[in-house]
T-cell receptor
Framework: DTGVSQDPRHKITKRGQNVTFRCDPI?????LYWYRQTLGQGPEFLTY????????KSRLLSDRFSAERPKGSFSTLEIQRTEQGDSAMYLC???????????????FGSGTRLTVV | AQKITQTQPGMFVQEKEAVTLDCTYD???????LFWYKQPSSGEMIFLIY??????QNATEGRYSLNFQKARKSANLVISASQLGDSAMYFC?????????????FGKGTRLLVKP
């Protein structure tokens, strides 16, 4: 297993366009998380899934954001009508229900860096 | 509300010396977990060390140790014998939520630069 994969690594889009990011978690991990990291800040939690169920959403996740995990494997994060304030690194993480140490094997991907121009 | 504060935006350390990165936290929950992550320029967050609120001993993992002072609500990371590869952003984080389905609250991070 190569860890948590995110695609694309970089995305430049024009304001008002829609973008979609993909995250492939570690295969045996049933929990998947999305975070957003703006310049000079630590990551901020957006949402998480257990299998295909979206169990929690942060207030940061506006109506223009939607996340899915249709078969409990990979997940997509879509941003509609992008704004310049959406420019950030979007990090995905996954963890194991069965528990691997104190962080349950919580593993982050390398992120998708979005630039809205 | 839970909060993590890292007051050092940037730090320099000479190679092979030790460095301490500061972290203070605020929570009203008696049970909590504190983590340190390293973020190199490639972007991924790498887990370094964990301290539980009920742990009596300070956590250690190789060259990393956590100086946990519960009364002061501080959880400073100590890196001994710094290496050039330690140059990165370092984030202190607190676990929010119980059990396996938890999220993190992160501080703003400290950029560490190790000089040869």
């Amino acid at each position: 297993d190569t860890g948590v994969s995110q695609d694309p690594r970089h995305k430049i889009t024009k304001r008002g366009q829609n973008v979609t990011f993909r995250c492939d978690p570690i295969s045996e991990h049933n929990r998947l998380y999305w975070y957003r990291q703006t310049l000079g800040q630590g990551p901020e939690f957006l949402t998480y899934f257990q299998n295909e169920a979206q169990l929690e959403k942060s207030r940061l996740l506006s109506d223009r954001f939607s996340a899915e995990r249709p078969k409990g494997s990979f997940s997509t994060l879509e941003i509609q009508r992008t704004e310049q304030g959406d420019s950030a690194m979007y990090l995905c993480a996954s963890s194991s229900f069965s528990g691997q140490g104190v962080n349950y094997g919580y593993t982050f991907g390398s992120g998708t860096r979005l630039t809205v121009v | 509300a839970q909060k993590i504060t890292q007051t050092q935006p940037g730090m320099f350390v000479q190679e092979k010396e030790a460095v301490t990165l500061d972290c203070t936290y605020d929570t009203s929950d008696p049970s909590y977990g504190l983590f340190w992550y390293k973020q190199p320029s490639s972007g991924e967050m790498i887990f370094l060390i964990y301290q539980g609120s009920y742990d009596q001993q300070n956590a250690t993992e190789g060259r990393y140790s956590l100086n946990f002072q519960k009364a002061r609500k501080s959880a400073n990371l100590v890196i001994s014998a710094s290496q050039l590869g330690d140059s990165a952003m370092y984030f202190c984080a607190m676990r929010e939520g119980e059990g396996q389905g938890f999220s993190f609250i992160f501080g703003k991070g400290t950029r560490l630069l190790v000089k040869p």
